[in-house]
């Protein structure tokens, strides 16, 4: 059973570009959360979809940052018109129907994005 | 609001040495604990848990007791060894969310 993929683990961008982040949830997952993680901060809470369905977007920056979790496919973070501020490691989380419960996440790798 | 406070880092120890790494949280309700552990290069993996007041959770020589009454989950190992060396997250869970700590960083050395 595969874990968390994300993809791309390392991308680059020159500023105004957009930068799209891909989350395959383990098989049997429903829901999926993105956080970022700054250099020399913590755990940063961004997005919280169930498949074709926003639960909470508290996290996330009011502009240029979606997110989405179709019905067939990966979640995708997009980032529009990056900027050096969005240089940090995105990271996607999984967890079962039942996560509510139990409450535990499993975490992808990251995806590591640097602006130019 | 739901939040976590946790021990600042780095934290730099010998191996053998006992560790603590204290968190607090406040939460609405009655959130499950975890401790997450981040080791260089990768995403967190879950180290422990506790899901009411008073459960141990342990793993790999770690321990942390759910504490209601002071609202803390603190850390510790008796015997810390080089493989230890990561970010450690203290994480409440409560409505559908995980509240993350800022990390602490943790070195051992030989």
């Known amino acids: 059973n595969a874990g968390v993929m994300q993809n791309p683990r390392h991308l680059v961008r020159r500023r105004g570009q957009e930068a799209r982040l891909r989350c395959s949830p383990m098989?049997?997952?429903?829901?999926v959360y993105w956080y970022r993680q700054l250099p020399e901060e913590g755990l940063k809470f961004m997005v919280y979809?169930?498949?074709?369905?926003?639960?909470?977007e508290s996290g996330m920056p009011k502009e240029r940052f979606s997110a989405e979790f179709p019905k067939e496919g990966p979640s995708i973070l997009r980032i529009q018109q990056v900027v050096r501020g969005d240089s940090a490691a995105y990271f996607c989380?999984?967890?079962?129907?039942?996560?509510?419960?139990?409450?535990?996440?499993?975490f992808g790798e990251g995806s590591r994005l640097t602006v130019l | 609001g739901n939040s976590v406070t946790q021990m600042e880092g780095p934290v730099t120890l010998s191996e053998e040495a006992f560790l603590t790494i204290n968190c607090t949280y406040t939460?609405?309700?009655?959130?499950?604990l975890f401790w997450y552990v981040q080791y260089p290069g990768e995403g967190l993996q879950l180290l422990l848990k506790?899901?009411?007041?008073?459960d141990k959770g342990s793993n790999k020589g770690f321990e942390a007791t759910y504490r209601k009454e002071t609202t803390s989950f603190h850390l510790e190992k008796g015997s810390v060894q080089v493989s230890d060396s990561a970010v450690y997250f203290c994480?409440?869970?409560?409505?559908?969310?995980?509240?993350f700590g800022t990390g602490t960083s943790l070195t051992v050395i030989p």
């Open positions: 989380a999984s967890s079962p129907p039942t996560g509510g419960d139990t409450g535990e996440l499993f």
């Open positions: 098989k049997g997952h429903s829901h």
């Open positions: 979809l169930q498949k074709e369905n926003i639960i909470d």
């Open positions: 939460a609405t309700g009655y959130p499950s």
């Open positions: 506790a899901t009411k007041a008073d």
């Open positions: 994480a409440p869970f409560t409505g559908n969310q995980f509240y």
